[in-house]
């Protein structure tokens, strides 16, 4: 029996990764959907030098620039990643695997298989910061220009939860904080959490057909976190 164990937990290895390798494929591949979507990198807006200067400056991406912008470890991350730099921005020292240590999203393996929903991430910022955490799946442009416009208001932190295939033709469904609102461009500037595409600017259109895509974890729409004290 003693020479069995060691085969045994081999074989298991091998079946643990086959399951989190096909769950990874399926999960985190490029959407074909949005194949033949125009990428938002092709535009000259996309990060400017002067408007990505202005949108730094604005009030509460001012605090996030303060600080060293944390990104994620991995794809399954964005989430807690965007947890954490919000408590970062509100003075709080901690990272992306603390934010989610000890809770019921804490991952296996590092790795959190299909990543959190937005009402888990919801439950997860109320946990972290203590704060009034909405949900807002707003249903028109208007409406949707009107809460990242709250994106300003020092006293709030938001968080977008986005598929990424209507902006860049690529991707899947993904978080990050809002860091500000450019009103005069009408434009949004997001703090991407993945490092390969950094902090972006993006018409508030875009962003919103990009947050109105379903979650086919939930079968609703995606949105915005509006964290309030």
């Known amino acids: 029996m003693s020479r069995l164990w060691p085969r045994l937990l081999v074989a298991l290895a091998i079946l643990l990764a086959v ?5 990874w494929f399926v999960l985190f591949r490029d959407d074909p959907r949005y194949a033949a979507v125009a990428s ?5 807006d996309y990060r400017d030098a002067a408007l ?49 240590a000890r809770t019921p999203f804490e991952p296996a393996f ?24 909405a ?18 208001d020092g006293r709030l932190r938001e968080i977008v939860n986005f598929h990424r295939g209507p902006l860049f033709g690529r991707g899947h469904g993904h978080f ?15 703090g991407d959490v993945n490092a390969r595409f950094q902090p972006f600017l993006v018409p508030t259109a ?14 609703r729409p995606r949105g915005i976190l509006v964290a309030a004290p």
């Open 19 to 23: 399951v989190v390798g096909a769950a």
């Open 40 to 44: 938002i990198e092709r535009r000259a």
């Open 52 to 100: 990505m200067r202005r949108a730094w400056a604005l009030p509460v991406a001012a605090r996030y620039a303060a600080i060293p912008y944390e990104f994620q470890d991995n794809s399954s991350y964005c989430g807690p990643t965007s947890v954490a730099d919000v408590l970062h921005s509100l003075g709080v020292r901690t990272d992306q695997h603390r934010v989610i």
């Open 110 to 133: 590092g790795i959190l298989l299909g990543g959190l929903t937005i009402d888990q991430l919801a439950d997860l910022l109320r946990q972290r910061t203590g704060r009034r955490v």
């Open 135 to 152: 949900v807002d799946r707003p249903a028109s442009l208007t409406a949707f220009r009107a809460v990242v416009a709250g994106a300003n």
């Open 176 to 190: 990050s904080p809002i860091l500000g609102y450019l009103a005069e461009r009408d434009l949004v500037f997001v």
């Open 206 to 219: 875009r962003l919103w057909r990009a947050a109105a895509t379903v979650d086919p974890a939930t079968g």
